[in-house]
């Protein structure tokens, strides 16, 4: 029996009950969601989706002990928090279908990870209050062991240096039995992912942590790639299937990989990028990071020095040096103390500002999620947008206000789309 299949109806963490509450939670609530991920470990994943969805209403003991848990991680619970949280979680609450979710990816040969399932990876509940409510699967492999996993990541628009160091770090690690995980993307991630395939040798050899819904290959043009990785390996993603991968979400899926990993290796990433993210949240959870070196005169390798430079990453220049990330150390390892700073970046980067920096690096979350889900041609009105960024209608307009005011939203008598400054 594979190592995904679901415990018995009735067992404990995975009852039947359990499993359809947290297969809709991660339809209403957005990934990252501090609040609502910490109801659902208070009051348990049945009962949250009852109060979170608007069936029912929390008892004053049950508000005391969300506001009480809130306040000791240092997220004092408002109540305009909570009137706009709920606002946003009616939004999608019509769309809530667990049991076509299940049987849609269930078609598919995959399925639906919960706490308490012998194959939920450990590592992810290192994200504290904001660890997934569940995680959605689609392919053969099992889901790989946090210390036999080497997450490699870093720029879309690889250098031909960089695919070739890749290829050899990659196909290296997979020879010895790791299992190679990134995140599916053009550059780095397919020649991590394809080098992984070529090698691999560990079960799986590969692994892709994705953004949005494993009904579809995304982006598309890795379709046969993301096949592969699905057929010898494992897809997971905290989005249920038809949903779109948004900016917030790659974000927020970077944590995923820095969690899912026994360490992660950078090996391009421009001066703004998601592979500094995701060394930033593996800092941040205490796994090794390490950083291929390149030219100085290359934008690709720019965030890669600046990490060595302004956090605790480590030079990587070979494959014994890559192995010596891991938990225990397969290799000999980088020198002690090489490459070494005072501070870990922030995902937004700080200090002097790139020249590739982009429209929406400035804004808030709430902003970034209406932005995002702006079409850029055909307007749609205020309540699609609603269900698309999970916010309150009064939300969603005064976020529209700030987001037209900076030219990145235009109103038109059918709706809202996207801004010219979007286009430009």
């Not at 592969?228 to 979400?249: A, D, I, K």
């Not at 998601?274 to 390490?290: F, S």
Request: aromatic fraction near 4%; include cysteine; charge should be neutral.
């Amino acid at each position: 029996m594979s190592q995904h299949s679901a415990p018995a109806p009735g067992a404990g963490p995975g009852t039947e009950a359990e499993r359809l509450a947290r297969a809709a939670l991660t339809r209403l609530i957005e990934p990252g969601s501090v609040l609502g991920t910490t109801a659902v470990r208070v009051w348990g994943a049945v009962r949250a989706l009852q109060i979170l969805s608007g069936v029912d209403t929390p008892g004053p003991d049950e508000r005391q002990e969300l506001s009480l848990v809130l306040a000791g991680e240092g997220t004092p619970l408002t109540e305009r928090t909570w009137t706009r949280s709920l606002e946003g979680w009616a939004a999608r609450t019509a769309s809530l279908a667990p049991e076509r979710d299940l049987e849609s990816l269930g078609r598919l040969g995959g399925g639906l990870l919960v706490p308490g399932d012998a194959a939920w990876p450990p590592g992810v509940e290192d994200l504290g209050p904001s660890a997934p409510v569940a995680l959605w699967y689609r392919g053969g492999g099992p889901v790989p062991r946090q210390e036999s996993t080497l997450a490699v990541v870093g720029s879309r628009d690889a250098t031909a240096y960089g695919q070739s160091v890749t290829r050899t770090l990659a196909s290296g690690a997979a020879a010895r039995g790791l299992t190679v995980m990134s995140g599916g993307a053009y550059g780095i991630d397919a020649m991590a992912h394809r080098a992984a395939l070529a090698s691999g040798t560990g079960t799986p050899p590969t692994a892709a942590v994705m953004a949005g819904g494993l009904d579809r290959y995304y982006p598309a043009g890795h379709e046969d790639l993301l096949r592969e990785v699905s057929g010898r390996g494992v897809l997971l993603s905290e989005m249920p299937p038809g949903t779109s991968p948004t900016r917030h979400r790659f974000l927020q899926r970077n944590r995923l990989i820095a969690a899912l990993s026994g360490a992660v290796l950078v090996v391009e990433a421009r001066w703004r990028s998601g592979a500094q993210n995701t060394a930033g949240h593996a800092l941040g959870l205490g796994r090794e990071v390490g950083v291929v070196p390149g030219p100085v005169t290359s934008p690709q390798s720019a965030g890669c020095h600046r990490l060595l430079r302004e956090s605790p990453a480590v030079v990587v220049t070979d494959l014994e040096e890559a192995l010596g990330l891991m938990p225990g150390g397969l290799g000999t390892g980088p020198e002690p103390g090489s490459g070494r700073g005072p501070g870990v970046p922030s995902a937004a980067g700080s200090g002097t500002e790139s020249p590739d920096a982009r429209i929406h690096d400035h804004l808030t979350v709430e902003e970034l999620l209406v932005y995002e889900a702006l079409p850029l041609r055909s307007p749609v009105p205020v309540d699609r947008l609603c269900a698309v960024a999970g916010l309150g209608p009064g939300t969603v307009m005064g976020t529209l206000k700030k987001l037209q005011r900076q030219s990145l939203a235009e109103q038109h008598a059918s709706g809202w789309r996207r801004g010219p400054v979007s286009h430009g």
